[in-house]
């Protein structure tokens, strides 16, 4: 396969078929520039005195990790002069970063989990950035948290940075999805793979088994019946993954399918899920549409869903789609799909 930088790639998709606009490429380029700083501190590691706890915590309870912080920074400082947005939000901000005056101000809405998987940071496991790309619809000045609840399928951009053995970064502009690889030699993203697809069918899934005794009882029969393996009624052995990081889990469901499940359980039954839906979920579930995947909370198409708040949290089973419609046939009580 030739080679193309990530410029070359947005450049000739602008010329030739029109579908990315001049700021929305000048977008993905700044967080993809965002995410090679990222990839620089987090391969620092100890050296570059970026792990451990920052001592704060973000709108949602949890404490910060120093690369939290970090990248959260990173991702702010690196788009807020472009001209290309109108605003931000993070799972690290409680509220949103409006463009201030000093800089024109864009129609695009930028939001991101800077850092994915904050508990595989200091043990040096796979993390990632997530990012989804909205426009801001209404023609009144000024931006306020309202722009933003939008339903994930009015996203113009998704993409995830996995900081792992490789650094990788994939995304969809709605039509299909795509992988680069930093070369870190020429400090370039070089495209790796053009069409990424999920197979329909997979014998792998992705849970947090810890949490079984909590579940609802579509999942537990889902999982009880891939734990049966070939002499239950799936009548194939299943393989288990749980990275506990979601930009590598998916990862890996878009290199070789798979099906991943964070439901609602009984731990905290007044939320929905422990994700979020705007800057987790809904741009995990565009790439894996746009991969041939299927993404719902168990009942309904994640894409969807009509956001109430800004860190608003779901449920969510996404990947092959055969194991998604099963799992979410098993919620609405309707007969699965043949096997
Ligand atoms: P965070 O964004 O706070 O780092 O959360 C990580 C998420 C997600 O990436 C992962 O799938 C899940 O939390 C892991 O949760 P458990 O620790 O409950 O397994």
Request: glycine share 8%.
């Amino acid at each position: 396969m030739k080679r193309i930088s990530l410029t070359q790639y947005l450049v000739e998709q602008q010329r030739d078929r029109g579908q990315i606009p001049p700021p929305l490429r000048l977008l993905i380029e700044t967080v993809a520039r965002a995410c090679k700083r990222i990839a620089i501190s987090v391969n620092k590691g100890e050296l570059g005195d970026v792990l451990g706890s920052a001592d704060t915590e973000n709108v949602q309870g949890e404490v910060q990790k120093k690369l939290d912080v970090i990248a959260n920074e990173v991702l702010i400082e690196a788009n807020v002069w472009g001209g290309h947005l109108a605003a931000m939000a993070s799972e690290e901000m409680d509220s949103i970063h409006v463009v201030p005056d000093r800089y024109p101000q864009g129609e695009y809405l930028l939001l991101f989990d800077p850092l994915d998987g904050s508990s595989n940071i200091d043990v040096n496991v796979s993390i990632g950035t997530i990012f989804s790309v909205l426009r801001k619809v209404t023609n009144q000045r000024g931006v306020s948290e309202e722009d933003f609840l939008q339903p994930g399928k009015q996203q113009a951009a998704a993409g995830y940075c996995v900081y792992g053995p490789q650094t990788t970064l994939v995304l969809t502009v709605g039509d299909g999805v795509v992988m680069f690889t930093l070369d870190r030699e020429t400090g370039s993203w070089v495209l790796t793979e053009r069409q990424m697809q999920i197979p329909a069918d997979t014998k792998e899934f992705a849970i947090n088994m810890s949490n079984q005794r909590h579940w609802a009882p579509p999942v537990r029969r889902y999982i009880d019946e891939c734990l049966a393996g070939k002499t239950g009624p799936r009548e194939k052995d299943f393989n288990m993954r749980w990275v506990a990081s979601m930009v590598a889990d998916v990862h890996r469901i878009l290199s070789r399918g798979g099906v991943f499940l964070y439901p609602w359980d009984q731990r905290e039954p007044e939320k929905p899920g422990k994700l979020r839906l705007m800057y987790e979920a809904n741009p995990m579930a565009f790439i894996v549409e746009q991969a041939g995947g299927v993404a719902t909370n168990g009942r309904q198409r994640i894409l969807d869903l009509l956001p109430t708040k800004l860190h608003e949290r779901v449920s969510v089973v996404l990947g092959s789609k055969n194991e998604v419609q099963r799992v979410t046939s098993y919620h609405l009580d309707e007969t699965p799909p043949a096997a």
